[in-house]
């Protein structure tokens, strides 16, 4: 899927993107918590989906960063999950979401520390040697350090490195956060392991305060995140591209356009990379097929 | 573990003050940010109860259900990594602690379990379904149920009336809520305790209704003989007709 441009599957957009021609992303990224264990229609859709498209997971509930222990129930389960919907990428968050053993369904910062630093590393080799496949991490957006002792520069590349992982680049979190506590963000992503990354996010925010944003996931990507994005992917070897949208959906064509733009800077820059979507999708129908008759 | 138990406390705090809203002392904050986290983690929370419960939130007046919602965040432990889930919880939570009797409002309990019931069946993992015979006699083959299908007892009757109608009229209602099979779409229908008792009895014991022509006599008073026949007949009739009975088993 290297050098395609995807889109989160979100129910709203369901059936606009198996049934219309207005959107035509060429990969889809699942959460796996908002399908998995569920029957009747959506398991249906979920069917429809797999079989149509290639196939990207992005977890929202592991909680790497939790001092608690982590839910192997649940991770159980993510597997088959996984397996069942042969999903190309598995990715998930660099943050926390449990505390005192409650969840909270939203990220939270991890304290940038040396002691949180290995406590997350232990805990992504223990879900990557369950889950047989590597994690993609995802630098997530932030409002406010917190006792930190590191830059989060340090954190995360550390993090990548020791854990052996692979690095799920947002960019829109970069801007994000370049913005909201004030530092360059090309010379971030400059510094980042641009090598162990095996998939971008792009996607748009909201400014609440004069100097604060909002990763909202609900507007469309701005142009100094295009530009930001086109930067980046000149550093980079190919690797799939996905738009994330998770709320006002009242204009697909707009989200098309959005498409559309991405795919028009990852065919200026990765030329080599791209096959037609249909190409793209045809290989992984036949490779899907084998894997069943084999 | 490798995580200090200064930063596990640090970490907490945060979370405390997600879940109740009370500001505690976290170190190394940007002043004025950390209330958009509180901000953002409880209106996911509140979004997700919201949209589970709207036949509540209207009963009970969106003042009053943010107590609720509230109250179940700041002291409820929330143990499902899935959010859709999280409705199933929030009635947990509630029924237990007899909120609905404590603010006054004793149909509380029932409607909110009737209205998780619905995502449950909508969303419950596909059971497999019998092969089926599209012709028989409803009297002498064994019936092939559409396997969706749940059926609740509820003191108040909220599936029939708007809430404050429903909570003066205590008793014992039932109610079979299944998915259909076609449209994966949630149906209702209201049960008299007879009929919950012929089709409790057909589902678990499986076999032929003449089988149970006796006992369903002796139970509802009926004696057994055309009447009863064609109140049996029109009863399995609808529920062929609704697709909670879809044909009949192969033997």
Known sequence: ?294 | MKLHKETEQIQHLLGDYCRNGIEQDIPGLTPGRVHHYRRLVYNVVKGAMDTAFPITLAALGEEQWEELVQDFFANDFPQTPQIWKLPFEFYRFHATRETGQRIRQPYLEDLLYFEWIEIEVHTMPDRPYPQVLPHGNIFIDRLAFNPEFEIIRLDYPVHLYAAEKASEMKGDYFVLIFRTPDSGKVQFLNLSGINTYILTRMVEEDVPLNQLKGDIAQVSGIESGKYLDDALEKFIGDLMEKQLILGFLKE
């Not at chain 1, 829109?172 to 913005?179: G, L, Q, S």
């Not at chain 1, 360059?184 to 392991?193: L, Q, S, V, W």
């Not at chain 1, 996607?203 to 994005?229: K, N, S």
Request: proline share 5%; net charge negative; charged share 25%.
């Open chain 1, 1 to 294: 899927m290297e050098g395609q441009v995807g889109i989160g599957f979100r129910r709203d957009i369901s059936q606009e993107i198996l049934e219309s021609s207005v959107l035509t992303p060429d990969f889809l990224e699942f959460a796996p918590e908002n399908w998995m264990g569920m029957g009747g229609y959506w398991n249906r859709i979920r069917k429809e989906a797999v079989e149509k498209y290639p196939v990207t997971c992005h977890g929202l509930s592991l909680s790497l960063g939790s001092p608690e222990e982590l839910d192997w129930d649940f991770i159980r389960e993510l597997k088959i999950f996984l397996d069942e919907n042969q999903v190309s990428i598995f990715s998930e968050h660099l943050s926390y979401t449990k505390s005192r053993n409650a969840h909270l369904y939203d990220l939270l910062p991890i304290p940038f520390r040396q002691d949180a630093v290995d406590h997350v590393v232990d805990r992504i080799k223990q879900v990557q040697n369950f889950l047989e496949r590597p994690l993609a991490i995802e630098n997530v957006s932030y409002y406010t350090p917190v006792a930190a002792e590191m830059t989060e520069i340090e954190f995360v590349s550390e993090i990548v490195e020791k854990a052996e992982c692979k690095l799920l680049l947002d960019v829109n979190n970069v801007y994000v956060n370049a913005f909201n506590h004030g530092y360059d963000a090309r010379e971030f992503i400059g510094k980042m392991p641009l090598d162990k990354v095996e998939y971008i996010h792009m996607a748009g925010h909201e400014q609440v305060e004069p100097d604060l944003i909002i990763d909202t996931h609900g507007q469309p990507i701005i142009d100094p995140v295009y530009d930001l994005f086109e930067w980046t992917i000149q550093r980079m070897d190919p690797v799939p591209v996905l738009l994330e949208r998770d709320f006002n959906f009242n204009e697909l064509e707009e989200l098309q356009s959005e498409l559309t733009h991405l795919k028009s800077i990852v065919k200026k820059h990765w030329k080599a990379a791209p096959e037609s979507s249909e190409t793209k999708l045809l290989v992984a129908n036949k490779n899907r097929r084998s894997h069943e008759t084999a």
